[in-house]
T-cell receptor
Framework: NAGVTQTPKFQVLKTGQSMTLQCAQD?????MYWYRQDPGMGLRLIYY???????DKGEVPNGYNVSRLNKREFSLRLESAAPSQTSVYFC??????????????FGPGTRLTVL | LAKTTQPISMDSYEGQEVNITCSHN???????ITWYQQFPSQGPRFIIQ???TKVTNEVASLFIPADRKSSTLSLPRVSLSDTAVYYC???????????FGPGTRLSVLP
């Protein structure tokens, strides 16, 4: 099992450009998440998907859109990148939404720089 | 939204036991307490989770007093490879209620 995979690993954009970060998991998890982590900070939740077909905003959703393509894949799109979106982006998945706590499994991250 | 407070950084020496305490005064009845570990350039990794009293696994122990307003992560006999950032989270499962604070940066010295 690969777990949670993310592409690309690194990306440099110019202000105003768009791009999509891809995430896939092979653990048959229902829930998936996108976080961003700025230098020296904790992770902040951008969007999450409790189950296939649903998405909800997290703490910092502005400037982003997401698509839960199927149970395996959850993409994050930046329509018009800004320097403030320079960060490391992590995708995660977990077994079941709601109820008792379920461990989140994280991908290796995408390091994005917006010039 | 349960907020947590933990020390920004801690230093320890190899072979010592390390205890990291987290305060969560407004924890809700249904909230669980979870700890994650993050190495540089990697995503966080689940360490341990508990609801009350004591939980132990092969990596760590988690102590939660009766009032649940704080918790302590205990790492026995740390090694250099335990140098990482440790996050305390409080929440039921996911979404806006599940917040990563700045964490505790643990440095293990030889």
């Amino acid at each position: 099992n690969a777990g949670v995979t993310q592409t690309p690993k690194f990306q440099v954009l110019k202000t105003g450009q768009s791009m999509t970060l891809q995430c896939a998991q092979d653990m048959n998890h229902n829930s998936m998440y996108w976080y961003r982590q700025d230098p020296g900070m904790g992770l902040r939740l951008i969007y999450y998907s409790a189950s296939e077909g649903t998405t909800d905003k997290g703490e910092v959703p502005n400037g982003y859109n997401v698509s839960r393509l199927n149970k395996r894949e959850f993409s994050l799109r930046l329509e018009s990148a800004a320097p403030s979106q320079t960060s490391v982006y992590f995708c995660a998945s977990s077994e079941v939404a709601g109820g008792t706590y379920n461990e989140q499994f994280f991908g290796p991250g995408t390091r994005l720089t917006v010039l | 939204l349960a907020k947590t407070t933990q020390p920004i950084s801690m230093d320890s020496y190899e072979g010592q036991e390390v205890n990291i305490t987290c305060s969560h005064n407004n924890i809700a009845t249904n909230d669980y307490i979870t700890w994650y570990q993050q190495f540089p350039s990697q995503g966080p990794r689940f360490i341990i989770q508990g609801y009350k009293t004591k939980v132990t696994n092969e990596v760590a122990s988690l102590f939660i007093p009766a009032d649940r307003k704080s918790s302590t992560l205990s790492l026995p006999r740390v090694s250099l490879s335990d140098t990482a950032v440790y996050y305390c989270l409080v929440g039921r499962s996911y979404g806006q209620n599940f917040v990563f604070g700045p964490g505790t940066r643990l440095s293990v010295l030889p």
